[in-house]
C-alpha cells in the first residue's frame, strides 16, 4: 500500500505539466483559445498525441502506450491545474474506454490508433434532455436494417459533440442499451454546437435514421457503460483536484498580496481560517479521488469507487470553488480574472456524469449492506 | 404582536399587487423572471410605468414624489414587487443619489435633478469603489482639483454597474490630501458620463455578462455647482448613502419567486420516469430553503415594524449577510435541478434544453456577487460582531 | 401586523424574570436545585402559582388568567434564559392544555383549578419506548371495567413522570388513541425516575391494570394531542430562545475578557465572526417562534407553524449550543460553568416532541403542495 | 501507488485483530463500545495484556521495549486496537512521558521508569496546562525554585486527565523567571502525586463524570535528579511530546466503530413499524458520515506512507481537525438515531430506554472535548494556515 508515484509517473507528471505551462501559461491564454471554436487549440491537442497521452490507456496492441488508471490520472489532474480545454476526458477515457472495452480486434485497432494519433476525436453521445446520469438509453432508439443499423432521436448535452469525428452512441435496444459508432459527416445528423459557461463546447445532436455502426458484438452494454461512466467519474475527479489545487493556491496568493484598510488580507484570521478548511476539503477529496485510481488499477469495484471519489469531490468542489471567490472579492467574479473560471468549469465537472446528492443517494442505498468500509479490503482491493 | 395585516395594509397589499402585475410590460416582467439581461429600454420603461403612478420613489420626501409611507408599506411595495418580477427603480437614482439629493443638495441642483431622476430621465451610474478601494472605501485616491469655476477630476473608479448607460455619474473625490483623517478629505461631484476625458471600460464578469465597468478620468472638468453639499463632507453623504434601505437587500421576494421557479422545474425535471420532485432528499433541500427564507422574511418584518422610530433595528444586519446566503442558495438549486442540462449555458436555437435550465449556470455564477457587493459578509459579520455583540 | 409585546406583555416578561432572578441568580444556585429529587424547586412552584403563571392560558371559568399564547411564551423564554428546571411547560402547556381542550367542565375546574393554585403537578404520559415522536399511541391499552378503565402498558420517557401528581395518559382504544387520567397513587402504578443530563427528572411509568379515568366524552383523540404536541412545541422554542440568548451572551463576554497570547479573545476575527454567526442563528429562530405563537393566537394553523419553528430552533440550538462551548474552550465543558448547562438542555429540548430533521421531512411531505409561503396569510392568519 | 497491503502487512493485521479480539478481556472491550466509564483497574489489565504481548509501546526505542516498526504498521495496530474497542495504552505513559523519558532522560531515569511506564505499573498524569494558559501554555506561572537538593514547587495546573488515578505526575515549571524568551525559561519535573504538598481536585463535566482535575502545588520539594533533560529544556520537550503520534488522533478506527454501531442501532428502533434505517434521510446522513471517514481513513494512510523518512506529511494537520469533527459528527447521529429515547441518559434498572441510547447524549457532550484538547480545532487551523498555506 503506498500512495506515491514512481519515477516513470513522476517523469510523466512533469512532461505533461510542461507541456501545458506552455500551451496554458495564464488565463488569457487560455481565454484566447476557447473564445474561438471548436474550443480548444487543435496544436496542443497534436502535441499531447506527440507525446503518447492520447493512447495513455490503450493496449499496445490496439496502438496505445498501455499505461494505466494512475497515468490517466496523472494526466487528468494536470489539465485540471491550468483548465486545459481539450476533450481528453471525453475522447481517451470516455469514447476510448468504450471501444477498447467492447470494440471488436478492428474497431479497437482503427480508432484506437486514430485516437491515439491524434487524427480521431471520438467523444460518447449518451446524456439525453429527458434522462439525468443514467448508464441507459431511453430517447435515442436503434433499428436494425439489413447488415447495418440506423439511429433516431436527440442527445443532449454532448461534450465536443459537434467537433467530434466520430460519436459513440448510445441507443435503446431490444433487451436493453447497446453501442454504436456514427461518422461526424453521417447523413441523417444534424448537430448543433454551443458554448458552455466554463468555455467549452457541447451540442445537441440529432439522429434521424443515422446509418450507424455497432460497436462490439451487440448485445446489452449497460455495464460495460456503468463502469466507462465510472472510470470517468475518477479521471474528472482528478481533474478538480488540479483545478481546486490551484484555486486554493491563487487564493492564498491574493490574501498574501491583496491590502485592504492598510495591512495583506492574511492578517484578517477570519479568511485564513477558511483558506485553511479549503485546503482540509482538497487534501481530504485528493485521497478519494488517487484510491479510486488505485482500485481501478487493482481490478477492484470501480463503481462503489467512482462514487465514493464523486461524493467527495463533488462537496469539495462547492466549497472550494464558492470561497476562492469569496476571499477574492469582486476581482473574483470578472471573467478576465483566473479564479472564477476555476469554480465555472468545477461546477461543470460536477454535472457531468452525476453530483454530489447523486453519488450520495447512490451510497445511501447500499449501506445497510454492510457493517463498515475497509478501503483497502473488499470489494475494493479486487 | 399581532400577525394579521390591517384591513388598510391588506388594501394597500392587494393594491400593490394588481398595479404591479397588470401595469408593468409583462415582456420585461417574463424577462426578469427568466434571469435574462435586461435592455437598458426595459429599465426606463419599467421606471416610468412606476413614476407614472407614484411608485418610483415612495421613499422621497413628499414635495419630490415621496408618499410618506411606513417602513412596512415600503417593504409590501418592495416585496410585491419582487414576487412579481418587476424590475425595481434604478437603485443609483431612487436609493442613491436621489436621497442624497433631497436631503443635502441645494434647492437648485434638487429642481434640476430629482423629477429627472425619478423618471429615469437621467441614468445615474455609482463612482466609489477603485481598484485599490473596496471595502477599505476611504483610501480611495481619485482627485479634484479647483480650478477657477471647475473641480479638475483625474484618477479611477471600477465596478461602476451599469455605466454603460448611464448619462451621469456622482461621485467621490479626494479634494483634501493634507486631511488628518482620510475619511476628511472627500467630497461628492456630480457630471455627465460624456464629459470630456471620462472613459468607461466594461468588465466582463465570469457568467459572459456585463454589468460592471472601470471608468477612467483624465482632466475632467466639473463646473464648481456639481459639488454636492458642502466640500470634504462626502464621506458623510456616502454613508448616509449606504445606510439608505438596508432593509430591501433581504430580497426576499425575489428568492421566494426564485423557489417557486425551483418547485416548478423539479416537477418537469423526470428521473427514471418520475418527477424530481418526489425524490425526497430534492423536496427535503426544498423544504429547508423554504423555511430560512420564512425565518429571513418573518425578520425583514421584525425589523421594518420596529423601525418606525428612524434608527435601524439591530437584527437589520442579519438581513444582508442571510439574504444573500439565501438568494446563493436559490440559484444552486435550480443549477442542481437543472443538473446535466446545465451544462448547456450558452445553447441558442436547435436546443432541447428548456430555458431556465441554460441560465441555471450563469445565474448562479452572477450571483456569487450578491455576498460581495453593498458591504460584503465579512463586512456584514463585522459590524454584527461589533455594534450589536460589542466584540 | 407588530411584533411588540404590549404594557402588560412588558409587565409581566419583568415580573417573571425578577422572580426566576431570585431562584436561579447563578449557575451554582441551580446546580444545587437539581441535584436533588424532584430536579426542580417547590418554593419555586409555589411562587409562579402566587404570580397565576401556573394558569395563564386557562380559561378564567376553569380557575386560570385566560391569557394567549403571546403570555405563555414570554414565561417559557424566561425559563431558558436562566434554565429554571420547574415543569412549567410540561405541566401547564402540556398536561393542562389537554385538559382544557378535551375534559368536560368538572375536569376542568377540578384539575386546572389544581394547576393553577399549584397544588397539582400533572404531565403528560405520552412518549413509549418503541414509538417515536407520534400523536398516537401503541403500547399502553385502555380497556373499559364497569364504569371506569384500566390501563396496561409502559410510558417513557416521562418529564417530572415520578413526581407528578396526576397523570394525563394517551392509550390505544378502539378507534384510535384515548386520553384518560391516573391519580399518582392509583393501583398498578409503578413509577421508576431517573436524572436526565439536563438536571431534570424522567421517569418509566408502568401500567398494569391501572385504573383510570376517562378525560372528557372518549373517542379518538389524535387531533387534540396533535394540537397540544404542536403548542408545547412552541413554547419549547421559546424556552430555547431564552437559552440561546443566555449562551450567546455568555459567550461574547467571555471573548471579551478572556486572555490568551495577551490580548482578549475578541481580537481573533474568526472567532467574533463565528459570535456574529449566533446571533443570526438567534434573530431568525426567534423571528420564527414569535411568529408561530400569533399564529396560534391568529387561530390559524398551529400545527404548520410549529414544524416551522421546531426546524428554525432545533438548527438554531444545535449551531449556538455547539459553537458556545467550542468558543469557550477547555471550560465550557465543565458542569462548573455555565455555558454547557445551556447546551445540555438546547439538545434535550430537541428530543422532546420531535427534532429538526423529524420537522424537515414534516415540511418536505407537503412543500410540493403550494408555490410560495405568505407568512401572514393562510392557512396561517386563521 | 498500489491499494492492496504486502502479503507480510495482510498477516501482521491479522495476526494485530486476533490478539485484540481474542488476548484482550472481553467486558473490557465491552465497557469500551458501550461508552461506559473504565475502572483505573480496566486500564491496568489492558494494558498489561498488550505489554505482555510487546504491543503496548511498539513505537519506543526496541532496547525500552519498541518495535522498530514502519508508520503504517504503527498505523495498523491502533486502528484495528480501536476498532476491536481496546482501550489504547494510557497516552500519558505511553506517548507521552515515556518518549521523552527515552529520548532526553539520563540512563538512571530510564532504568528507573520506562519498564514500569510501559507495563503501567506507573500511572502518569501532565501537569501543563493552567488556569492562565491553556492554548497559550508558554504562559504557565507554576513556579520551581531551587533549593538545596531540592526544587520546591509552587502553583497551579488545570485539565490534569485521570489525575485521580495518578501515582507520578510530569509538569512543566516555571525555573528562569528572567528568561528573554518565556519558553526559555521552562523545565520538566516529574514527582509522586503522594508528595507532601499536591492536592487534587476533580472537575464535575457536562456529562456528569469525572475526568479532569485541578491539580495545587503549595512548596512541593522534588529531588534535583527529577529533573528530566536540562533545565529551562522543558519546553523543547513539550513540543517533541505534543507532536509525537499525531497521526494516532485522527482515531479513524473508534468512529468506524462507532458509525457500525450507529448503523445497527438505526435497524433496532421503529418508526411507524419500520426501521429508522429505512428512513432515505437516515441513510443518507449515514452515508455521508461514512464517505468522508473513508476520506480521513484514506488520508490518515496517505500520511503514514509517506512519512517514512520521520518528518511529518503536510497533510497529518488535517487529522486532527477533521478527526475530531467525525467523532463529533458520530457521536451526534448516535444521539439523533436515539431520539426521544436519548433523554433517558441516567436511566438504570426498572427503565425500557436501551444502554446505548441512555449513553448517547452524555456521550455526545463529552465529545464536544475533543475538538478542543490536544490542539484545540482553531489551533489546528492556525497550523494549516501558517505552516501550509503560508498565510
Redesign the interface.
Known sequence: ??????SE?NDLREAVRGLLARAYSDSEQRRGVVKADPGFDEKTWSRLAEMGLLGLPFAEDDGGMGAGP?EVAIVAEEIGRVLAPEPFIETVVLAGGLVSAVGTAEQRAEILGGISEGSTIAVFAH?E??????ATAREVTATQSGDGWTLTG?K??V?SGARADLLVVSAAVDGGTGLYLVQGDAAGL?R?A????DGTR?A?VRFDGTPAQQLGEGGDQTAAIERALAEARIAYGHEAIGAMDTA?RTT?DY??TR????VTL?K??????R???M??SL???R??A??A???Q??G?DVVAAAD?AR??VSRAG?HIG?EA??LH??I?????YSV??Y??RL??ID??LG?G??A??R???K??DY???D??GAP??? | MRLQLSPELEAFREEMRTFFTTQVPQEIRDHVAAHRELEKDDYIRAQRALNAAGLAVPHWPVEWGGKDWTPLQRHIWREEMQLACVPEPLAFNTSMIGPVLAAFGNQEQKERFLAKTANLDIWWCQGFSEPDAGSDLASLRTTAVRDGDDWVVNGQKTWTTLGQYADWIFCLVRTDPGAEKKQRGISMLVFPMDSPGVTLRPIELIDGGFEVNEVFFEDVRVPAENLIGEENRGWDYAKFLLGNERVGIARVGASKRMLAQAKQHAQEITVDGRPLADDPFMARRIAEIENELVALELTALRVVANSADGKPHPASSVLKLRGSELQQAATELMLDIAGPLSLASFADGGSDVPDWARAATPHYLNYRKVSIYGGSNEVQRTIIAGSILGL
Open positions: 500500500m503506498n500512495f506515491d508515484y514512481d509517473q494512475v446524456a434532455p429527458r434522462t439525468r446520469w443514467a436527440v443532449e448535452p461534450p444534424t448543433t454551443y458554448r458552455t459557461h457541447a445537441n486554493l492564498a490574501l498574501k491590502k485592504q484598510f492598510g492574511n484578517f484570521q477570519a479568511l485564513t481560517f483558506a485553511a478548511d485546503y482540509v487534501e481530504l477529496a485521497s478519494v488517487l484510491w485510481s488505485m482500485v488499477d487493482a477492484g465514493r461524493l467527495q462547492r464558492e471567490i469569496q472579492g469582486g473574483g467574479v470578472t471573467a478576465e472564477g473560471h469554480t465555472s461546477i461543470a454535472h457531468l453530483d446528492d447523486w450520495a443517494a451510497l445511501a442505498a449501506v445497510a457493517e463498515t468500509v478501503p483497502l475494493y482491493a479486487g
